[in-house]
């Protein structure tokens, strides 16, 4: 959060109070731009705007490592699907690969981005091992792991990007941000797909677990599609009761999936978290 903490949540799965904060982080000293949680869960590696990552031992509730060697604010964090690596993107226009004792192994600058780097994100699939990066030149590129070089850039978006994602099995990738597009790749052929539009800038974007879906936080708005159908599922808007209807209503910032696909968490700018349940039966 802005708020510079990690909380840690119980999940009560209650109706009125879905999880209960059960630890609260400390030691970033600006705002926190990005979490991801390691595959077992008991692990996090956090990125802020105090030029630093964290990683944190979540039971502990203490930072393991500080991550130090970027200029300026970092805005995205991924860890890799075997804990092993963690990859960083700056507002100093790097992406930087880590190994979990804080070692900078490799800073990706040849053919990097010209802007700042919004987001990156690890390929699931061992087969093609690749780090996807989105950033404020508007490009969404490829990266081979292996060497770190550049293997393609996806060019169409005509505005900023705020949030690149991949698909569970690491077949696709979506983007979104400003032009209020998400657009659609297919990452074994380095092809553009299909552009799903909005009506407002895109926040942050992510795949089902289980179903061939892609969830879009625009604005105050949530939409789920279909991407055989191309078809809209449904769209999710939060009820709030305003005092005065010149409110502006809470924007949805980000997204996460539960792993049954049963449930979507989404963070608010009016500092709440709200917990959608999407079933299965959806249209």
Not at 153 to 182: F, I, Q
Request: proline share 4%; hydrophobic share 35%; net charge neutral.
């Amino acid at each position: 959060s802005r708020d510079k903490t990690l909380i840690v949540w119980k999940l009560t799965r209650d109706e009125t109070n879905y999880g209960i904060p059960q630890k609260r982080l400390y030691g970033h000293s600006h705002f926190i731009s990005d979490v991801v949680l390691s595959s077992d869960g008991n692990y996090a590696p956090s990125g802020s705007w105090d030029k630093t990552l964290r990683l944190w031992d979540l039971a502990a509730g203490k930072t393991t490592r500080r991550f130090e060697d970027h200029a300026k604010d970092v805005l995205s964090v991924a860890f890799s699907v075997d804990n092993r690596q963690i990859v960083s993107g700056s507002r100093d226009k790097t992406i930087k690969l880590w190994n979990t004792l804080a070692e900078c192994k490799y800073t990706i600058q040849d053919e990097g981005h010209s802007d700042w780097v919004s987001c990156v994100r690890f390929s699931p699939n061992h087969s093609n091992p690749i780090i996807v990066s989105a950033g404020w030149d508007r490009v969404v590129k490829v990266w081979n792991l292996t060497n770190c070089k550049l293997k393609i850039n996806h060019n169409g978006h005509t505005g900023y990007l705020n949030t690149v994602t991949v698909s569970p099995d690491g077949s696709l990738c979506a983007s979104g941000g400003k032009d209020c597009k998400a657009m659609l790749w297919d990452l074994n052929d380095g092809k553009h797909l299909h552009t799903l539009d909005h009506n407002d800038i895109i926040s942050a974007l992510c795949f089902s677990p289980n179903r061939y879906w892609l969830c879009a936080a625009f604005g105050p708005s949530i939409k789920i599609w279909d991407l055989e159908s191309k078809e809209m599922v449904e769209e999710l808007r939060p009820e709030v009761v305003s005092q005065t209807s010149k409110t502006e209503p809470p924007q949805c910032l980000s997204l996460a999936w539960s792993t049954d696909g049963q449930t979507l968490f989404a963070g608010y700018s009016d500092n709440t978290i709200r917990v959608w349940q999407v079933s299965v039966s959806a249209r």
